[in-house]
């Protein structure tokens, strides 16, 4: 989890250096930021519900790891799959349905 940070920490001590990017990763620290975002309730972040819920599809063994709201929003579109992004990103577009949907 640190090898990113220290390679752009301490980048001038090998500036030919490579960092090989682990692409599975990724959303497991997005899934980390999400629910740290959305412990804020004054500001709540629609993208971050979306990826939320996104993930939620993607990745259904981590299901239960999901504020129960999301998984209530999964459980009523039974329609949406994971490899549906262009559907996720119109959700992040109609803030308002999603307020109201989660």
Same mark, same amino acid.
């Given at each position: 989890m640190n090898a990113p940070r220290n390679f752009f920490k301490h980048a001038d001590n090998d500036p030919e250096g490579t960092l090989k990017f682990h692409e599975v990763s990724n959303g497991h620290l997005m899934l980390d930021a999400c629910a740290v975002l959305r412990q804020f309730p004054e500001s709540p972040l629609v993208e971050a519900t979306v990826f939320l819920a996104w993930f939620g599809l993607a990745e259904p063994q981590m299901r239960n790891a999901l504020p129960e709201e999301v998984r209530n929003f999964l459980e @009523?579109? /039974? @329609?949406?799959?994971?490899? &549906?992004?262009?559907?996720?990103? /119109?959700?992040? /577009?109609? *803030?308002?349905?999603?307020?109201? &949907? *989660?």
């Amino acid at each position: 989890m640190n090898a990113p940070r220290n390679f752009f920490k301490h980048a001038d001590n090998d500036p030919e250096g490579t960092l090989k990017f682990h692409e599975v990763s990724n959303g497991h620290l997005m899934l980390d930021a999400c629910a740290v975002l959305r412990q804020f309730p004054e500001s709540p972040l629609v993208e971050a519900t979306v990826f939320l819920a996104w993930f939620g599809l993607a990745e259904p063994q981590m299901r239960n790891a999901l504020p129960e709201e999301v998984r209530n929003f999964l459980e @009523d579109r /039974n @329609d949406l799959g994971a490899e &549906d992004f262009p559907r996720f990103r /119109n959700l992040c /577009n109609r *803030v308002e349905a999603i307020a109201r &949907d *989660v």
